[in-house]
Structure formats: structure tokens, C-alpha cells
């Protein structure tokens, strides 16, 4: 077969993942593409009950008879042992989303972090025409409200465009958020000026007085079907004129979205920072460019669900 008709055999492991989005939006970029293809979704439990299975699932990838993976909760991290060799940003963050097998070797990729970044940057424009997400030179403050995965790609991606970030965490997750700054801040350290990442409990008191450009929020809560719950304390106030950026996107208007917006803030969900990601994963696979609009049509979700 040659490379023009090659049909794609791609897909996502994680689990669960009943209520994923990622099979429609990669069946509607493949189509407006005019490529040949599937998507499916590969769920394999959490290790170490999951573990053979997916060394089977990787082997798929090696042979050639599957030629991209998504990966996502709860293997983004457990799956780097097996593999060859990491992108540098994946290197990074510590996680992987997007594998592939190229030049004899299986290698992770994190498009979860420039998809995010470039997503950030449309929506950040739109609010405030001429805001340049990587012209910060240490003086922009962008505080993330959680200090699990998708906020490692988040917070990595921020630094590496020049924003301090501080991680506000709840106390059970105190440890996960100092391994979080302490195995990235010495890539940003040496910067001048240096880069500052720091913790602080997520709390009205320990946050009254931070005053950021940008709020993101890496939390799950506000996710369907939690749909009334808000990760910002209920006594604090919005500080005026900050960017809400929140990584859920069910339902479109989060609960945080939604007060964001009765302050009189820009606030946004991350149903764009999924479309940039996944068609960043299939430009990798394909090496064509990914159809975006299409993407983002098949995924608009209407209504509270
Ligand atoms: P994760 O690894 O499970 O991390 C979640 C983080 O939120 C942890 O630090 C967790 O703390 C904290 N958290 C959970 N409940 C909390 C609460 N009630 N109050 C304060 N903190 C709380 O999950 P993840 O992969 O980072 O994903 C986080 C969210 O981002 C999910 O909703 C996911 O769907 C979304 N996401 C969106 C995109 C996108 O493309 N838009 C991409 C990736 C992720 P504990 O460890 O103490 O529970």
C-alpha cells in the first residue's frame, strides 16, 4: 500500500472512557481530510491489573497495525516505561498524550500543553486585542487552581512562555503539588529574570490578595454532571480585570464560567484547548494539516450536557 492510501488506524486508551469526545473529533477531521481511517477507544483498566494489557495495545502500535495512540487518564505517566524515547516537552511535563511509532522507535509526545498555549492565545486576543501569551518577561502572575496532570502541562507551558504561576492546591494534594514545582522549576530557574512557580493553599485566606493576569482552572470540579460546583471559594472576590480560562468544557458554561462572566471578566471553557490538542496529535500521525473548524464543529456541545 502506498503512503496516499494508507488507511489510519488510530485511537485512545485510558479508562473509563465511555463519554470521550475524541472518536468524533478525529472521525470528523478524517473525513474532512479525505482520509481513510478509524478511531477507536482502546479502555485498559489501571495498572498493575492493566499493565499486560497494554504492553499488547503498545506492541499494535510497533507492528504497525495501529499507526497513532491517544493516551489519557490514568496512563499518561504509567505508560513512559515502555516506551523508546520522549519529545522534549513530554520530557518535561513527565506525560505523555500522543504516541507514535517512528524510525523504529515508540515515542511520547504532550500536545496537551501547545494546545492549551495556542488556545489560550485565541481566546486571550479576542479579550484583549494585541495580548501576546509569550511576550512575558516575569511580569505576568497566572494562577492554576489544581496540581494533577493536566496541570503539570498547563504549568509548564506557562513558564516556558515566561508567566510566574503559582499552584493553588487543597491540602490532600500538598505533595503532589511540591513534586509538581519541584521537578519543574530548574528548567526555568536559570532564566533572567527567573521564573517563579510557587504553591498556595486553595483557600479564600491564603488568596485574598493575589491580583493575576490569568485564573485556569485544572481541577475537575464544575465537570458534568457536578455541573453547579465552582472551584473559586464562594467568599472571595474576582480580582477585576483578570483572564478565566477553565480546562472543563461540560457543560460549555461552567459554573465558573458563568460567575467569571457576572463579575464583568473574559472567561472561556477548554473545549478549544481539546480541539488544538487532538488535531495537533493527528498532524503528527498524518503530517498534514488538521482541519480545525471541522473539529470544532463536531464537538460544539449544546446544551447542559
Ligand atoms: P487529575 O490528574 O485527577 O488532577 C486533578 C487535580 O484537581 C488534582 O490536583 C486534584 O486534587 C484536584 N482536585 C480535584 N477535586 C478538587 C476539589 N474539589 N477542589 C480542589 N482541587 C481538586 O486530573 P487532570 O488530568 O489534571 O484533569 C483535570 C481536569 O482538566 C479534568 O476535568 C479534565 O477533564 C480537564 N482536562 C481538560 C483538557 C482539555 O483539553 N480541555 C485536557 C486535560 C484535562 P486531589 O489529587 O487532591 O484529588
Not at 523504529?104 to 481566546?123: E, M, S
Amino acid at each position: 500500500m502506498t503512503e496516499m492510501a494508507r488507511s489510519y488506524s488510530l485511537g485512545l486508551t485510558g479508562y473509563p472512557l465511555e463519554h470521550s469526545l475524541s472518536p468524533r473529533l478525529h472521525q470528523a477531521a478524517l473525513s474532512a481530510m479525505r482520509l481513510d481511517g478509524e478511531y477507536k477507544l482502546f479502555p485498559v483498566p489501571p495498572f498493575p491489573a492493566g499493565e499486560p494489557e497494554m504492553i499488547a495495545l503498545l506492541a499494535r502500535l510497533r507492528s504497525g497495525e495501529l499507526h497513532g495512540l491517544n493516551v489519557t487518564i490514568p496512563h499518561k505517566t504509567a505508560v513512559l516505561p515502555f516506551l523508546d524515547e520522549l519529545s522534549p516537552a513530554a520530557r518535561l511535563i513527565g506525560a505523555v498524550n500522543t504516541l507514535s511509532f517512528r524510525d523504529g522507535r515508540l515515542v511520547g509526545d504532550n500536545t496537551d500543553a501547545p494546545g492549551f498555549l495556542h488556545d489560550l492565545q485565541r481566546f486571550a486576543a479576542s479579550a484583549q486585542p494585541g495580548f501576546a501569551v509569550s511576550q512575558s518577561d516575569g511580569d505576568r502572575l497566572a494562577l492554576v487552581l489544581g496540581a494533577g496532570g493536566a496541570a503539570r502541562a498547563v504549568v509548564s507551558a506557562l513558564a516556558s512562555s515566561g508567566w510566574n504561576v503559582t499552584i493553588a492546591f487543597r491540602r490532600s494534594d500538598q505533595a503532589q503539588a511540591r513534586q509538581l514545582i519541584d521537578s519543574l522549576l530548574p528548567s526555568f530557574a536559570h532564566r533572567s529574570p527567573p521564573i517563579r512557580i510557587e504553591s498556595v493553599l486553595l483557600d479564600t485566606s491564603s488568596l485574598v490578595n493575589f491580583d493575576p493576569t490569568l485564573l485556569v482552572n485544572a481541577t475537575p470540579v464544575g465537570m458534568w454532571p457536578d455541573v453547579n460546583s465552582n472551584p473559586w471559594p464562594s467568599d472571595l472576590r474576582f480580582p477585576s480585570g483578570m483572564l478565566v480560562y477553565d480546562l472543563v468544557y461540560k457543560p460549555p458554561e461552567t459554573a465558573l464560567v458563568r460567575a467569571a462572566r457576572s463579575a464583568g471578566l473574559q472567561a472561556v471553557n477548554g473545549l478549544g484547548m481539546l480541539v488544538e490538542q487532538a488535531a495537533l496529535s493527528l498532524e503528527l500521525w498524518t503530517g498534514q494539516p488538521a482541519p480545525r473548524s471541522a473539529m470544532r464543529e463536531a464537538v460544539a456541545v449544546k446544551g447542559p450536557s
